[in-house]
Each structure stands twice: as structure tokens, then as C-alpha cells.
């Protein structure tokens, strides 16, 4: 099956699932035929968390793919009054392909708290809030953090407030946890506009009064693939991403059918990487110890 799990992840950025697509947004028509796309290429969900962790559970010969959506607008999850998903919403959509085979219940979704836009709070709809956090993560989804309020997080830096910034990295992850109960633990930041801090080593733990907070992974707003997890050129508090506009899924996917060296393919086996002997210089190295069975060919 030629598989290389050193090879590149497509990690994509959403935001609105609406009409007309203006920046930022991304129509319910070409969504649905972004993820038809992606199964005809033989892509396959997983969520930022099993990147992180290296747990990405992918049938042979496919690729991963992670979708991420921010900002939390009702586009993204909306609940008829019957009580039924909205079709044309992002999770409509998803669900849609899950029933016909072939796709997982995986995507990663970075909801706001406390925002002027009643409609980006967790998904709009505020008193449906606990039940669609709930839902997603119980149906497979992962939920992370955007912070609280869409925080700046370098004019917060840069303005000397990192109190500000560790208070808003504490409140969004435990108050998610919190809401969604069970024990789960948010791990995944998306960070506002891509806007790092000079300073990124309280992105992964800090406390904020005395309460600790951790985050695994991070989410940058470009920069294109991501490297394998197994890899030495991953950084999980610097994963790049895709942001989907126009063409730009279609061309990376042509990217990958011409340079397929540089593609991740899955064994079909979590607990052991497969990669070629030889890798395009592009991948890096295999890590010193990836935690699990390696095989080379």
C-alpha cells in the first residue's frame, strides 16, 4: 500500500458555513463537495488530539485529514425545531457522509465563550449550548479552545498582559470541561487570527489564581501542512493549517497526487509506524522514539 506515516497532513480551517462566500466563509454547497472530494481522494477524518497523540486510527492506504472549524457559529451546528440537525450546516453535512460509509465521526471544533455575536457562542442558540457540546463529543468530535473572547494574543503580550491571556486559556478550557462533564479534558487551542505571543510556553500549562491549565496542541491560521507526529519537524504547539477558500483544497490535493512521496499514508495499524527507508527531505526524520513499533522498507 506504500505507506509512509512521515509523510504531510492536511489540516483545514473553517469558520462560516453560509452563502454568500465572502472571507471567512465557505457555502454549504462547497463544503459538501470539499468532503466528497476528500473520500474520492481516499482522505480520512481524524481529530487534532490524534495527530497529538499519535492515535490516528486510519484504514490502509488512506490519509488522514483534519477539520477544523473556529469560532463556533450556528453554521457550524444548528438544531431544527423538530429537534433534528440542520442538513446544511457543517455537522449536517458531516453526518450526511458518515451515513452513506466510508467517513468517521471526526472533526475539531474551537467554540467562543463570550463574544458581542450572540450567534458565535458555542454555536449560537444559547439555550442548546450544554446539549450540542455534549452531543459532539459524545458522538466523536473533539471540542477545543478559541479562548474566551477572541483575545489577541500577541497585542495581548505586547501590551504586557499576559495575565489576561493565561486567564482566558484557564477560563475557556475548564469551563468547557465543565459544560461537556464526563471527565473530558479540552487539550486543543486554535489561537485567535494566528496571532502567537513572542512567549508561546504558556500556551501548552500556566496557571491563572493558583488553577493550572494545559493545552497539548495549538493551531496556527496558515502555513500550509503539517508535518507527521511522528516526525521531527512537528511542533505540536505549531500545527499550520489550511484555511478552505476558493480552489486552495483542490490544489493541495493536486499537490499530493504529484508529489506523493510527501503524502501521510496510514498502515492501517495505530500501534506501529510504517515509512520508506528514503523520505523526501521535506518530512524530517523519524523521532528518536515515536512510543511505538516502527517498520522501515
Known amino acids: 500500500i506504500g505507506a509512509n506515516e512521515l509523510g504531510r497532513i492536511m489540516v483545514l480551517m473553517y469558520h462560516v458555513i453560509a452563502s454568500p462566500e465572502v472571507r471567512y466563509t465557505r457555502s454549504p454547497e462547497h463544503f459538501r463537495e470539499d468532503v466528497e472530494i476528500l473520500k474520492a481522494n481516499r482522505y480520512y477524518p481524524v481529530n487534532v488530539r490524534d495527530v497529538v497523540d499519535g492515535t490516528m486510527d486510519v484504514p490502509a492506504g488512506k490519509s488522514p485529514v483534519v477539520i477544523t472549524f473556529d469560532d463556533s457559529s450556528s ?22 457522509e458518515v451515513k452513506k460509509g466510508g467517513w468517521a465521526r471526526k472533526a475539531t471544533f474551537s467554540p467562543l465563550l463570550d463574544v458581542d455575536f450572540p450567534d458565535h457562542v458555542v454555536f449560537g442558540q444559547a439555550d442548546k449550548k450544554q446539549e450540542k457540546l455534549k452531543n459532539l463529543v459524545a458522538w466523536g468530535y473533539e471540542v477545543g479552545s478559541h479562548t474566551v473572547t477572541h483575545l489577541d494574543l500577541r497585542k495581548a503580550e505586547k501590551a504586557g498582559n499576559v495575565a489576561e491571556i493565561k486567564k482566558q486559556l484557564y477560563q475557556s478550557e475548564t469551563t468547557l470541561d465543565t459544560l461537556i462533564g464526563n471527565g473530558y479534558q479540552v487539550q486543543t487551542l486554535a489561537v485567535p487570527f494566528g496571532d502567537y505571543p513572542k512567549d508561546d510556553s504558556y500556551l501548552g500549562s500556566g496557571t491563572y489564581q493558583g488553577h493550572a491549565y494545559t493545552y497539548k496542541a495549538a493551531l496556527e491560521a496558515s502555513g500550509g501542512s503539517a508535518p507527521s507526529p511522528f516526525s521531527t519537524k512537528f511542533l505540536p504547539l505549531h500545527i499550520p493549517r489550511i484555511e478552505v477558500a476558493g480552489s486552495t483544497l483542490k490544489d493541495d490535493i493536486a499537490y499530493f497526487r504529484a508529489h506523493p512521496e510527501e503524502r ?34
Do not use: F, M, N, W
Not at 495499524?269 to 522498507?297: E, H, I, N, Q, T
Open 75 to 96: 453554521s457550524q451546528y444548528r438544531i431544527l425545531a423538530d429537534g433534528t440537525i440542520d442538513p446544511s450546516c457543517a455537522l449536517g453535512i458531516l453526518e450526511d
Open 264 to 297: 501521510y499514508i496510514s498502515d492501517g495499524d495505530p500501534s506501529v509506524v510504517s515509512a520508506p527507508k528514503d523520505l523526501a527531505p521535506r518530512l524530517g526524520d523519524l523521532l528518536p522514539d515515536p512510543g511505538r513499533a516502527v517498520v522501515r522498507y
